[in-house]
């Protein structure tokens, strides 16, 4: 078991350009999960799947976010048209639904910094 | 809505000395989970200890204990003999019956020789 696994750890763009980050949970685990994550904040929910079923997207997320988990295993994170205030650290973790103590795994980010 | 309330941003403590992290939350669900996540400077997100709604007792796991006041919506991290290696942020979760985790904003520790 690999744990989470997140491509790429780092990614400078312009503004404007668009950006995509995967995310390869643990293997037999059925939830995945994205957060943003700025200096001194705690992770903010951006969407989460269960299976390949996006089952919430958060309010405050724009619509240049998309997030896909086409065949219930790994998941992209597409930023459209991306702005200087996107620039954070993309978080995804992943769990299993039915363990007694369901909690999240967390792979070691993306961070993204927008010029 | 704010869920989760950590209400410290920061704190010094002494090597040896035991610290209490403040946790509140916000929900009228029965069931939900309570999570305490430990970040260091490197980044990674670490599990430290678990309470779920129903259980009648305080988690604990190894120097962590979890004070859980469930009238008072409050979920209190208790480090014991605090360790240089403590030093981090320390974040304070709930996972809500469909299964989403919120988070709170963290309390960033420094635990001083």
């Not at chain 1, 039915?98 to 910094?113: C, D, P, V, W």
Request: aromatic letters at 12%; charged letters at 20%; one cysteine or more.
């Amino acid at each position: 078991d690999t744990g989470v696994s997140q491509d790429p750890r780092h990614k400078i763009t312009k503004r404007g350009q668009n950006v995509t980050f995967r995310c390869d949970p643990i293997s037999e685990h059925n939830r995945l999960y994205w957060y943003r994550q700025t200096l001194g904040q705690g992770p903010e929910f951006l969407t989460y799947f269960q299976n390949e079923a996006q089952l919430e997207k958060s309010r405050l997320l724009s619509d240049r976010f998309s997030a896909e988990r086409p065949k219930g295993s790994f998941s992209t994170l597409e930023i459209q048209r991306t702005e200087q205030g996107d620039s954070a650290m993309y978080l995804c973790a992943s769990s299993y639904l039915g363990a007694t103590n369901e909690k999240l795994f967390f792979g070691s980010g993306t961070q993204l910094s927008v010029l | 809505a704010q869920k989760i309330t950590q209400t410290q941003p920061g704190m010094f403590v002494q090597e040896k000395e035991a610290v209490t992290l403040d946790c509140t939350y916000d929900t009228s669900d029965p069931s939900y989970g309570l999570f305490w996540y430990k970040q260091p400077s490197s980044g990674e997100m670490i599990f430290l200890i678990y309470q779920g709604s129903y259980d009648q007792q305080n988690a604990t796991e190894g120097r962590y204990s979890l004070n859980f006041q469930k009238a008072r919506k409050s979920a209190n991290l208790v480090i014991s003999a605090s360790q240089l290696g403590d030093s981090a942020m320390y974040f304070c979760a709930m996972r809500e019956p469909r299964g989403k985790f919120q988070f709170g904003a963290g309390t960033q520790v420094v635990v001083t020789p």
